[in-house]
């Protein structure tokens, strides 16, 4: 069973994205906040990370750049907000995001998504 960590500060979404996944058959952990999420990690190891980038404590591209640059982990990071700046977008990837997905979304497209990053 796969492991996703999902990093969002909003509940309601972090409750749907949460049914969603769970009903796929993953196993899921949900965190509220940036250090919750850096925290986790450093204890545990996951398949994918799913994280917001406006949360409280660290965002998301903060998140990104301790987990590749400090930590040196390499599992697949998936971005999902609603900031589709391009040069919001194009920051997370050079931090090492390897996909990004704007809110509002369809959680058939997170699906797949999600399936295509795990492969």
Request: charged fraction near 30%; hydrophobic fraction near 40%.
């Given at each position: 069973?796969?492991?996703i960590?999902v990093?969002?500060?909003n509940?309601?979404i972090l409750?749907t994205?949460?049914?969603?996944?769970v009903?796929d058959?993953?196993?899921?952990?949900?965190v509220f906040?940036?250090?919750e999420?850096?925290?986790?990690?450093k204890?545990n190891?996951?398949?994918?990370?799913?994280?917001?980038?406006?949360?409280?404590?660290?965002?998301?591209?903060?998140?990104?750049?301790?987990?590749?640059?400090?930590?040196?982990?390499?599992?697949?990071?998936l971005?999902?907000?609603?900031?589709?700046a391009?040069?919001?977008v194009?920051?997370?990837?050079?931090l090492?995001?390897d996909?990004?997905?704007?809110?509002?979304?369809?959680l058939?497209?997170?699906?797949i998504?999600i399936?295509?990053?795990?492969?």
């Open positions: 069973m796969k492991k960590l990093a969002e500060d509940k309601l409750e994205i949460n049914h969603k996944l009903r058959g993953y196993d899921v952990v949900k906040d940036g250090k999420c850096l925290a986790y990690l204890e190891t996951v398949d994918l990370l799913i994280t917001d980038l406006y949360m409280p404590y660290l965002n998301g591209n903060e998140v990104i750049n301790i987990v590749r640059n400090e930590m040196k982990l390499t599992f697949p990071i971005v999902l907000t609603a900031d589709g391009e040069d919001t194009l920051k997370a990837f050079d090492g995001a996909d990004y997905v704007i809110k509002p979304f369809s058939s497209e997170l699906t998504r399936r295509k990053l795990l492969r």
